[in-house]
């Protein structure tokens, strides 16, 4: 359901993540995700990138962890990226997708 | 004088107000000869009034004009002419509901610079019909036009009888008489077509507004379309009164695979694709950088009094100009709504992104407007009327006339276009007659047997599951 990688030249971190983000999955990715993050992403200068390329369905609390750790990021170091079209729309439905850099 | 502006407002009003009380009284019979009079003179002056509007504003093609008149007076008054909106127009012996249509009251109608004749007809023939008398707010770029319009309707409307001063007009030059008049207890409704500032005033004055919203229309030509087709659609729309009405294209998204061909369509067609050099000309005279809002010296000029202001060349006889984009925002002004013949150009690299690009249009200021698609896959329809927040999603349709309803689709013919809640507007619907009363719904005591028939005592009692209740309350039916 999640995959992380992470590119040292680009200072890159990226999760892959595929399915549905539903509350209960999301209960169980919520740990893993924060374990194998940066651990203080601001300071460290890395980017994190979510990649949801493969992913048809987000719940709020989804929407929530994105919104937490890009606040601890901090401004443009936190994007969402290859959102699938109803996956877009839930984010700028909810108003975040600026915030988040959804593309 | 801010006295004058009071007793001139509430003499309006109380004008209005007493037309209202005598209009009340009118039969259906009465109130459609009113209509069917206006109508006819309204019709009679098509050509005058459009060719008096282009005069006045300097926008469009006054040919088009009259297109617009004879849609806001003969197309609206056949969508309206059987519809009941006297006394009882429903009664269902089934339900025991009898609906009764009750008029509004003084309606404040407030009428844009870009489609200032058509609209004023427009909106009297549906108040009319609605036995609700009419204050017409013209833009004041078009007060001449819309006074002449007012005055042959309303000599129209007192020779078939109807009451006095059921259609008033009032000048619109000066912005705190206008709020007066729309914040006034004694105004019913105010019918709001207009930019988004006046739209916005209109829903803050306290009184209840129907309004509408900006469009910023986005146009995806699918890898089914019929690609000649859609080009000769999409160009015979925004070119229409040079791109004056809302519902306007304003962005053609293909997909990378498509783009040459689509490209050299438009080409053929006579439209004329700008360098990036030319595009940032154009952006800058045809969006003001500070509100990202449309050039008003922009909004239905020509081809080539754009081209003249922007100061580039292109070819004589161009239709349209486009600017192959590659973001939405700020940073590109032409991704923002234009009422001139100008189209920004974007591709996808494949149907998702082309999608999202759909969408990133759609949020930047056309919700719930109007969308359209060009495509021969229901399933891509579909899908793209989930996606995208409109209340017109067009198929194969050029969007200024099908918009508007009538000559595409059977949407009621229209000028005022509801666009949700996305546009800030309590409908997606085009706005019309029906739109435009009160119903009283007389409901005739018949009472429900499964209520009555069920013990009610399980109501309270904390023991009993909810599967239990459910079942003993439809027990035997």
């Known amino acids: 359901m999640v995959t992380f990688n992470y590119s040292p030249e680009g200072k890159e971190f990226t999760a892959t993540f595929a399915g549905r983000l539903d509350t209960m999955a999301v209960q169980k990715l919520s740990e893993i995700v924060q374990v194998n993050l940066p651990a203080s992403p601001g300071s460290s200068g890395d980017k994190i990138i979510f990649d949801l390329k493969d992913v048809e369905y987000i719940s709020s609390s989804f929407i929530r962890i994105c919104v937490s750790i890009a606040k601890q990021a901090g401004t443009g170091k936190f994007s969402i990226v290859h959102s699938q079209p109803l996956i877009k729309k839930t984010f700028k439905i909810s108003g975040l997708d600026e915030l988040l850099n959804v593309s | ?477």
Not at chain 2, 67 to 90: A, C, F, P
Not at chain 2, 209 to 224: L, M, Q, T
Not at chain 2, 423 to 447: F, H, Y
Not at chain 2, 457 to 465: G, I, K, N, P, V
């Open chain 2, 1 to 477: 004088m801010a006295v004058n502006l009071v007793e001139k407002a509430n003499d309006v009003i109380d004008r209005a107000q007493l037309a209202a009380a005598e209009f009340q009284q009118y039969d259906q019979e009465q109130t459609d000869r009113i209509v069917e009079s206006v109508f006819r003179a309204g019709f009679q002056n098509r050509i005058k009034l459009a060719m008096m509007a282009h005069e006045e504003t300097g926008m469009g093609i006054w040919e088009h004009k009259v297109i617009k008149n004879v849609l806001g007076t003969q197309l609206v008054y056949e969508s309206i002419r059987n519809e009941k909106t006297v006394g009882v127009i429903s009664s269902d012996s089934r339900t025991g509901i009898t609906e009764i249509a009750q008029p509004l009251g003084p309606i404040l109608a407030i009428v844009p610079v870009t489609n200032p004749t058509s609209t004023t007809m427009f909106k009297i023939l549906i108040c009319l019909k609605s036995r609700n008398p009419i204050i017409i707010s013209a833009h004041r770029g078009a007060s001449k036009s819309c006074a002449e319009t007012v005055r042959i309707c309303y000599e129209a409307a007192l020779e078939a009888g109807a009451p006095e001063d059921c259609i008033q007009m009032i000048s619109s030059g000066n912005r705190d008489f206008t709020q007066m008049i729309m914040a006034h207890e004694k105004i019913a409704l105010i019918l709001a077509t207009g930019g988004t500032g006046l739209v916005k005033a209109a829903y803050s004055s306290g009184n209840p507004a129907i309004g509408v919203g900006p469009g910023n229309v986005p146009v995806y030509i699918d890898e089914s379309a019929d690609i000649p087709f859609a080009v000769k659609s999409i160009i015979s729309s925004k070119t229409f009164d040079n791109g004056t009405i809302c519902a306007s294209e304003q962005a053609i998204v293909v997909m990378e695979s498509m783009e040459q061909q689509v490209k050299e369509e438009f080409q053929k067609q006579h439209c004329y694709f700008l360098t990036p050099e030319e595009i940032v000309k154009v952006g800058n005279i045809a969006v003001l950088a500070d509100t990202m809002s449309m050039s008003p010296f922009i909004v239905g000029q020509p081809v080539s009094v754009i081209a003249t202001k922007a100061g580039i060349n292109v070819p004589e006889g161009t239709k349209i100009l486009l600017a192959k984009l590659d973001g939405i925002g700020k940073e590109h002004p032409l991704s923002y709504e234009v009422l001139a013949p100008i189209l920004a150009f974007y591709t996808a690299n494949d149907y998702h992104a082309a999608m999202n690009i759909c969408l990133d249009l759609n949020y930047l200021g056309g919700l719930g407007h109007t969308v359209c698609i060009y495509s021969n896959d229901e399933s891509r329809i579909m899908q793209f009327a989930r996606l995208l927040n409109a209340g017109r999603v067009l198929v194969n349709t050029p969007t200024s006339q099908g918009g508007v309803g009538y000559f595409y689709n059977h949407l009621p013919p229209s000028l005022t276009l509801g666009c949700g809640t996305g546009g800030k507007n309590i409908t997606t619907e085009n706005i019309t007659a029906k739109n435009l009363i009160n119903i009283q719904r007389i409901c005739r005591r018949m009472p429900n047997e499964l209520w009555f028939s069920h013990d009610q005592a399980e109501f309270y009692d904390e023991s009993r599951t909810t599967d239990e209740i459910i079942h003993n309350y439809y027990k035997n039916h």
